[in-house]
């Protein structure tokens, strides 16, 4: 009886670590996906039959659904472009200019890729908020208070994670998805 308790125990505690971690590994962010592209990390077949396991594990855990992408890709940033993480207590530019795609948004998330509740309800930027003459050189602050014309509110300090949706890219943007120009992010002041 003591032998069959101990490997129960054995047996469930092997199962807890094992989903554990692979829950860890598959929440950290899109990077596992493969393309990287500065801050930015992409893949292949997201939303599609053609997915691998680990894509659709990932898109299960962190989204609550992922289009083909015909319709839209999807663009993760957990670090800054000089490599740093994204954290709260600091703000954010982040500058770009035209995208190959109907249309695209830039969005703040939470690490576990929720939205982080703001009192402005500010969490993302379109490109129709962009003007004309703006849309070969735009800029986003990410900030507690507005900065400026286009402002994505940081309510708090823990770390975040950007995505840049891109709607009905072009074939262009499909087949080059890890070398085209995509937006630079900046740390601006932090506080202590």
Avoid at 100 to 117: C, F, H, Q
Avoid at 125 to 131: C, D, F, Q, R
Wanted: with cysteine.
């Amino acid at each position: 009886m003591r032998s069959g308790f101990r490997y129960g125990l054995m047996l469930a505690a092997g199962l807890a670590i094992g989903v554990g971690t692979a829950v860890v590994q598959l929440r950290q962010s899109f990077a596992a996906f493969g393309i990287d592209n500065g801050p930015w990390h992409t893949g292949t077949n997201v939303g599609t039959a053609d997915a691998s396991v680990a894509t659709r594990a990932t898109v299960a855990l962190r989204g609550l659904l992922a289009l083909p992408e015909r319709e839209a890709i999807y663009f993760n940033a957990t670090t800054d472009s000089a490599g740093r993480t994204l954290d709260g207590r600091c703000a954010y530019r982040v500058t770009g200019g035209a995208i190959d795609a109907r249309w695209w948004s830039l969005t703040l998330y939470d690490a576990k890729g929720y939205l982080i509740p703001n009192p402005a309800s500010v969490y993302s930027v379109g490109s129709a908020a962009i003007l004309p003459e703006e849309s070969n050189r735009w800029t986003v602050d990410i900030a507690r208070e507005r900065t400026g014309a286009h402002w994505i509110a940081m309510p708090d300090d823990q770390r975040f994670e950007l995505t840049l949706r891109a709607y009905h890219p072009s074939r262009d943007l499909l087949g080059r998805r890890g070398s085209v120009p995509l937006p630079r992010i900046e740390r601006q002041e932090c506080r202590t």
